[in-house]
């Protein structure tokens, strides 16, 4: 293996950032992070395997991350394959029982396998589980106020955090978003909304959702307008006035519903840029938008 010469100050750069990190590696030992990966932030696997990376270094110094994930354009592929339409309402996959069998079969074999597999090659141990493990996620189909049938969509009822506390000082827990009914029957859940529960039932000490953007910003088409920090009630805010609009309403209405599930803090970060979580986690200054009650 071919080794890199670098020159002292390289050597003595690369020793202050971690003095710098040494005090963020004391604050999150033995503190659970949920981090929300999926969407169109997992269609580079070259940026999908830094992410993975990051999440195995969480667990060597001492963290306990979960990853929850979705996996959308696996779906949509999925289906295309089987001639299933692809159909959305406010936001949701509308999920006929075709179309759950589908979902299942590449949230929880594929997509969750791939993501357990390249954890186990990083040095630590990742166990796969989905909704139906244990009852892990209990749902019942979801019904809203505008009446809209969305077909086998659920809704969060329960979350089993005992099989996720009994698995997480050894292992990474990779949890895919399906959830079940009390009669067994399988349903799909929103992957943020899940996150938000998951986080909420394990006393998380932070929740990242990994994203394609950098955060909220004042203004779309700025990125140097990125909001550092607000609270739930300046979200609410914020959509009244429609500078939060379009696709990220849903995305900041997941991150006040985990405030809401106990958590104390949630971060909507890029994940795109290489090492998000590190940079979040273990610098000063962070990055992406961070929501706080």
Known sequence: MKTKNYSKENLIERAEILI?????FSHYTNKTVVIKYGGNAMNDPKILHTILQDVAALKIVGVNPVLV?????????SLEIYNIKSE?????RVTSNAAMEVVQSTLCGKVNKNIVATLNTLGVKAVGLCGKDANLIECEKLVDKTGTDYGQVGNITKIN???INSLIKDYIP?????GVDKKGNAYNINADLAAGAIGGALNAEKLVFLTDIDGILKDEKDPSSLIKQVTV??????????TIKGGMIPKVN???????SGIAQVLIANGTTPHAILLE?????????????
Not at 72 to 77: Q, R, S, T, V
Not at 281 to 293: E, S
């Open 88 to 92: 959305f309402k406010n936001g949701l």
């Open 161 to 163: 955090s005992s099989l």
């Open 254 to 260: 997941a991150c006040t519903f985990a405030i809401r």
């Open 20 to 24: 710098e990190a040494l005090p963020f």
């Open 174 to 178: 990779v949890i895919a978003t399906v």
């Open 281 to 293: 986690l273990f610098t000063k200054d962070g990055m992406g938008t961070l929501v706080k009650a």
């Open 69 to 77: 994930h979705g996996g959308g354009p696996e779906i949509n592929a």
């Open 233 to 242: 009630k300046e979200i609410d805010a914020l959509i009244k006035k429609g």
